[in-house]
């Protein structure tokens, strides 16, 4: 059974600094292209970052100089790195992993940035 376990969300000020992590219990997880992607209430679930099976990274315009994605294949883990947090990059993130026609999605962790 496939599972995607996102920790390391929190409330953090302005300016702050938070580490997602999302552990995969999965097998093949060399193979699967994998993403970051956030929902705020009463909005549309939106991509913040990617990174394939390959290691090619992309950004949303929003995020980038700010967030790095990374990945550990041999921890099967993928990381969000988050700098410079705005009260704008409030709400729940999500980890997806993407093979062929399988498509998985984790629980989310909340991500709040308030002063």
């Known amino acids: 059974q496939v599972q995607l376990v996102e920790s390391g969300g929190a409330l953090v000020q302005p300016g702050g600094s938070l580490r997602l992590s999302c552990a995969a219990s999965?097998?093949?997880?060399?193979?699967?292209?994998m993403g970051w992607y956030r929902q705020a209430p009463g909005k549309e679930r939106e991509l913040v970052a990617t990174?394939?099976?390959?290691?090619?990274?992309d950004y949303a315009d929003s995020v980038k100089g700010r967030f790095t994605i990374s990945r550990d294949n041999a921890k099967k883990t993928v990381y969000l790195q988050m700098n410079s947090l705005k009260p704008e990059d409030t709400a729940a993130y999500y980890c997806?992993?993407?093979?062929?026609?399988?498509?998985?999605w984790g629980q989310g962790t909340q991500v709040t940035v308030s002063s």
């Open positions: 997806r992993a993407q093979r062929s026609i399988y498509l998985h």
């Open positions: 999965i097998s093949f997880f060399s193979l699967y292209n």
């Open positions: 990174i394939t099976a390959g290691s090619s990274t």
